[in-house]
């Protein structure tokens, strides 16, 4: 099955500076999904894309689904220590009974 | 709104005693996803039901494993015999109308086995 590459595993920043993820898939996606978990608690969605092009913004949050379709960005602007937590990418293809997570990336915010 | 409710929040048990984690997904929701969260394998989808109908099981591990939905309101994921390699946390998602639609999360069962 198709394999979602999401990187970097991890990034150290300052408070205030910009965070840019992505994720990489050798198939096409037709709905990408942006869920952070933070400890102890499940995963909650941030921003849900489904055109290829689509740019989506969530307060300091935005997230953009590739015009090939294969991949995805999430960007945090001003980051703030409540920023901290795993983000994850999600994507499925339509009529494809399959919901693929990346790895995450663990973001620490320094403050 | 209340949101998705797992139970117990952990469980420590001993090798081969039979597990069972409990589900109640948001109310109105048609769809009902079992995930097991480990640090070597991330997030895997075990299962998932549509109207209390399961409708894709391939991944779940092996045999040991069995899910269940009586009703809309509530769900069992069961290992029996469990084994240590079962030690992970177990998330229950919900969604309102399909696999690729924004699914809402438990706060997950932390198991170990011992």
Known sequence: GQQLNQSPQSMFIQEGEDVSMNCTSSSIFNTWLWYKQDPGEGPVLLIALYKAGELTSNGRLTAQFGITRKDSFLNISASIPSDVGIYFCAGSRYNNNDMRFGAGTRLTVKP | ?114
């Open chain 2, 1 to 114: 709104d209340a949101g998705v409710i797992q139970s117990p929040r952990h469980e420590v048990t001993e090798m081969g005693q039979e597990v069972t984690l409990r589900c109640k997904p948001i109310s109105g929701h048609d769809y009902l996803f079992w995930y097991r969260q480990t640090m070597m394998r991330g997030l895997e989808l075990l299962i998932y039901f549509n109207n209390n109908v399961p409708i894709d099981d391939s991944g779940m591990p092996e045999d040991r494993f069995s899910a269940k939905m009586p009703n809309a309101s509530f769900s069992t994921l069961k290992i029996q015999p469990s084994e240590p390699r079962d030690s992970a946390v177990y998330f229950c998602a919900s969604s309102r109308t399909g696999l690729n639609q924004p699914q809402h999360f438990g706060d997950g069962t932390r198991l170990s086995i011992l």
